[in-house]
Nanobody, 129 residues
Framework: QVQFVESGGGLVQSGGSLRLSCAAP????????IGWFRQAPGKEREGVSC????????INADSVKGRFTISRDNAKNTVFLQMNDLKPEDTAVYYC??????????????????????WGQGTQVTVSS
C-alpha cells in the first residue's frame, strides 16, 4: 500500500526555520498536486500549502503566506515545505498527501480534503515562544 512519509519536524524557537520533506517510495509524486496539511491539538485539520503538477503553481493559506514555501525535487521524488519565521501557532503535526482527482491546486478548504489520499503518519513541529 502507498503511504507518504513526512520528516523534518522538530523543536524550534519562534522566528526559526524548518524544512519538511514528503517522500513516497514506489509512487511518483511528480504527477500529482501535493498538499501539506497540519493539525494542532484541539483544532481541526487545515490546509497549509499545495503545489501543482506541471507548472508548479502553488497556493498557500493566508496564515503562512510570506513565510512558507512549497517546492518539489523530481530527481529525489520529494516535496518540501520550507518554513521560515515560525510562530507558536504553527505548532502542529504536519501531513502531506496526493490529490488523486486533479493535478492543479485550486483549494485548501476542508471541502477539498476528500480529494487527497495516501496520508502519512505526520511529523511534529513544535515552536516555542
Amino acid at each position: 500500500q502507498v503511504q507518504f512519509v513526512e520528516s523534518g519536524g522538530g523543536l524550534v524557537q519562534s522566528g526559526g526555520s524548518l524544512r519538511l520533506s514528503c517522500a513516497a517510495p514506489g509512487f511518483s509524486l511528480d504527477y500529482y498536486a501535493i498538499g501539506w496539511f497540519r493539525q494542532a491539538p484541539g483544532k481541526e485539520r487545515e490546509g497549509v500549502s499545495c503545489i501543482s503538477h506541471g507548472d508548479g503553481y502553488a497556493i498557500n493559506a493566508d496564515s503562512v503566506k510570506g513565510r512558507f514555501t512549497i517546492s518539489r525535487d523530481n530527481a529525489k521524488n520529494t516535496v518540501f515545505l520550507q518554513m521560515n519565521d515560525l510562530k507558536p501557532e504553527d505548532t502542529a503535526v504536519y501531513y502531506c498527501a496526493a490529490n488523486l482527482m486533479r493535478s492543479r491546486c485550486t483549494s485548501l478548504h476542508e471541502s477539498s480534503f476528500h480529494e487527497y489520499a495516501y496520508w502519512g503518519q505526520g511529523t511534529q513541529v513544535t515552536v516555542s515562544s
